[in-house]
């Protein structure tokens, strides 16, 4: 079977998508609508580039020396990559054929048999939680927050190594009592190795402006360092490794 994947673009040496030298494949379509989300020349799905599974393995293959030797390998993401199952199953298959590490960058929002399949090549799942209050997770994005918990649960069944992400946007998702509790859940999960905290910053707000979009958040602040400070304290009650990304 020869899928199509519709590509947004890829970074040949990325560091900041999981451990190591990455080759980073961002993927077109994503069925959330974060209000702080960087690409949304991501959201749609007909738009981007075509590669067969084979003509991208062509290009990763091109950096596997430098992905080996720092512990590295291949991170999809987007968008949403699970968007386009067929081809993400097809190319973590090629990449674990070759020897690559596979990472998976989702929301954990759709959930079926065909992702469960893909797991099964994936080596560390990058799990984005946007907020921990069924709520605020809603008004953040649009969509509920059931279908990443129940994938959180099936990373911890498989055993499968996981960062959990969590991106801090002052009066958005910097609601203390709810980041407290996700704090005391992801205890519960041997799985879950680290947990990044990332700061809101505005880079991709053109890019609203360019499609035409309405940026709800022009006036929000980035957060400071007292408040990525507190947030880190409060998450590291969970008993996990944190990484601060400001
Ligand atoms: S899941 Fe990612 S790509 Fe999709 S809207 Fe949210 S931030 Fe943007």
């Known amino acids: 079977m020869n899928v199509i994947g519709r ?10 998508d999981g451990p190591g030298i990455r080759f980073v494949v961002f993927m077109q379509g994503c069925p959330l609508r974060c209000q702080f989300c960087h690409n949304p020349d991501t959201w749609d799905t007909n738009k981007g580039m075509e590669y067969t599974p084979e003509q991208l393995m062509k290009e990763i293959v091109k950096y596997k020396s430098y992905m080996g030797f720092s512990g590295g390998g291949v991170t999809f993401t987007g968008g949403e990559p699970l968007m386009q199952q067929g081809f993400i199953l097809e190319m973590s298959k090629l ?14 929002f ?35 927050l059931c279908p990443t918990l129940e994938f959180l649960d099936y990373l911890r069944e498989k055993n499968i190594n996981t960062w959990v992400r969590y991106v801090l946007v002052p009066g958005l998702t910097d ?6 509790e996700l704090s005391s859940h992801l205890r519960n999960y041997p799985n879950v ?23 709800k958040l022009s006036q929000t602040k980035e957060p400071s360092k007292e408040l990525m400070t507190e947030v880190k ?12 990304n400001a």
């Open 175 to 180: 609601n203390k009592d709810s980041i407290k």
């Open 193 to 215: 190795s680290k947990i990044e905290l990332l700061g809101f910053h505005k880079m991709g707000e053109y890019k609203w402006k360019e499609l035409g979009l309405e940026y």
């Open 233 to 244: 304290n409060i998450l590291e009650l969970s008993g996990k490794v944190i990484s601060v």
């Open 110 to 144: 759709i959930w079926n048999d065909g992702v469960k399949e893909i797991l099964e090549y994936t080596d560390i799942v990058l799990l984005d939680i946007k907020n921990y209050n069924p709520i605020v997770y809603e008004e953040v994005t649009g969509v509920s």
């Open 7 to 16: 590509v947004h673009s890829l970074e040949s040496c990325g560091t900041v």
């Open 95 to 108: 990449c674990k054929a070759e020897g690559i590490s596979v990472a998976l960058d989702t929301s954990g």
